[in-house]
């Protein structure tokens, strides 16, 4: 089974803090993907990575950075956290094969900024 | 540009009634179509996927039909359980080439839960 796991499951930072969640992925998938979920706006792409030190940004990469230096691994940062950057946070890892494109996602981390 | 547009939620149903959560979308190009669900306390998981017209996909009792005319990917169950309970994410995915990379577009969540 593919497993994406991430560094924690609850981080409480205050603001003005540098905040790093890190992701990885065990089943040597080319894309990789952070979200985060609001209620009421479901689930909206910041980054995504479709190879080692390849990054776009998505839809709302603002206020936020990524690092992929290895292909198992992409980190998402806060270079200075806010209140508004409360939120859940989601990666995700995806083959890029036509009809293999299920997205496979990790448990979350639940960010309160202070 | 692409958008997904679900029901609005909350949905409530008792143990055993029928299911319907309306999806429609927006696309430059032809979509793939999933449906994921998020159970408490997890990630998203994918429920079903159709990736052309008419086309219909259907896992654990649940299916959709990929409606092109209609621009529709309604999930339905004929008989909900309490283990049902989650929140459900229609979402879409380009398959044209260029920058798409895989991304996927979600619609905004429904919350389905189910009393016995």
């Known amino acids: 089974d593919v497993k994406v796991t991430q560094s924690s499951r609850y981080l409480v930072k205050r603001t003005g803090e540098k905040v790093f969640l890190e992701c990885v992925q065990d089943m040597d998938h080319e894309n990789m993907f952070w979200y985060r979920q609001d209620p009421g706006l479901g689930l909206r792409l910041i980054y995504f990575?479709?190879?080692?030190?390849?990054?776009e940004k998505g839809d709302i990469p603002e206020g936020y950075s990524v690092s992929r230096e290895k292909k198992e691994r992409f980190s998402l940062i806060l270079e200075s956290a806010s209140t508004n950057q409360t939120s859940m946070y989601l990666c995700?890892?995806?083959?890029?094969?036509?009809?293999?494109?299920?997205?496979?996602f990790g448990p979350g981390t639940r960010l309160l900024v202070l | 540009g692409n958008s997904v547009t679900q029901m609005e939620g909350p949905v409530t149903l008792s143990e055993e009634a029928f299911l319907t959560i309306n999806c429609t979308y927006t696309a430059t190009g032809y979509p793939s179509l999933f449906w994921y669900v998020q159970y408490p306390g997890e990630g998203l998981q994918l429920l079903l996927k159709a990736t052309k017209a008419d086309d219909k996909g259907s896992n654990k009792g649940f299916e959709a039909t990929y409606r092109k005319e209609t621009t529709s990917f309604h999930l339905e169950k004929g008989s909900v359980q309490v283990s049902d309970s989650a929140v459900y994410f229609c979402a879409l995915r380009i398959n044209a080439g260029g920058t798409s990379y895989g991304k996927l577009t979600f619609g905004q969540g429904t919350i389905l839960t189910v009393h016995p």
């Open positions: 990575s479709y190879d080692v030190k390849m990054k």
């Open positions: 995700a890892s995806s083959l890029e094969w036509v009809g293999q494109e299920t997205q496979y």
